[in-house]
């Protein structure tokens, strides 16, 4: 059974830094694609980044320069680093990843405000 374990989030203020990892357990194959999502109250779920297996990375314009998504293969976990934190970035973040099927992790409430 595949558990995607999602940790950090929290609240801080405009311009502050917060790093959310995942951590995944029980895939039957290998990881192929690990991103975040993130969701604002009434608005769709939307891509924040992505990484491939082979490194790769594909980021929203909205974070673009600010955030930095990274993988560990050894330990199957996934980071995003988020820095300069506005406002407009409060939402409930998500992972995703792709193994054979794709699975979703809890998501955790980030919340920028002063």
């Known amino acids: 059974q595949v558990q995607l374990v999602v940790s950090g989030g929290g609240l801080v203020q405009p311009g502050g830094s917060l790093r959310l990892s995942c951590a995944a357990s029980?895939?039957?194959?290998?990881?192929?694609?690990m991103g975040w999502y993130r969701q604002a109250p009434g608005k769709q779920r939307e891509l924040v980044a992505t990484?491939?297996?082979?490194?790769?990375?594909n980021y929203a314009d909205s974070v673009k320069g600010r955030f930095t998504i990274s993988r560990d293969d050894a330990s199957n976990t996934m980071t995003l680093q988020m820095n300069s934190l506005k406002p407009e970035d409060t939402a409930v973040y998500y992972c995703?990843?792709?193994?054979?099927?794709?699975?979703w992790g809890q998501g955790t409430q980030v919340t920028v405000s002063s």
């Open positions: 029980g895939t039957r194959f290998s990881i192929s694609v």
């Open positions: 990484i491939t297996g082979g490194g790769s990375t």
């Open positions: 995703k990843v792709r193994a054979g099927y794709e699975y």
